[in-house]
């Protein structure tokens, strides 16, 4: 009965219910932004600028058989997904820091001691 009941209390703890949850939202926006780089960046700006340099299709480059080609398609959708969570992260800071930037009014109890303390001096 021990162990059942460590365990309950484990996951019943908010980290690991929080940690669940952001599983869950990470692999929703990760399809999000694997169909913005499929969908919206390859079309757009990467086939051009592949075919510019006469590698229309690069998920099919295969030199010597190594599959070359989806290695290199991994890298570019890795940096996307990591610049649009940078970004999403840099914002989210800016908006904690305009939160802080607001100093809380100090208590009165904190004042009275102040006072008090200030007339002992005199």
Known sequence: MGLL????E????????ELAV?????GAFGKIVNSLVEDIITPVIL??????????NIETWSP?????????A??????????VLFLIIKAMNS?????QAAAPATPEEI????????????
């Open 74 to 83: 991994a890298i570019l959708s890795f940096i996307v997904i990591a610049f």
């Open 111 to 122: 004042l009275l001691l102040r006072e008090i303390r200030d007339s002992l001096k005199k």
């Open 22 to 26: 952001a599983v869950i939202i990470g």
């Open 10 to 17: 484990f996951a019943a703890k908010g980290n690991v219910v």
């Open 95 to 99: 908006m904690k820091k305009k939160e």
């Open 64 to 72: 010597g058989g190594v599959l070359l080609g989806k290695f290199i």
């Open 47 to 56: 086939k051009p600028a592949l075919e510019a340099a006469g590698a229309a």
């Open 5 to 8: 009941k460590e365990f309950k």
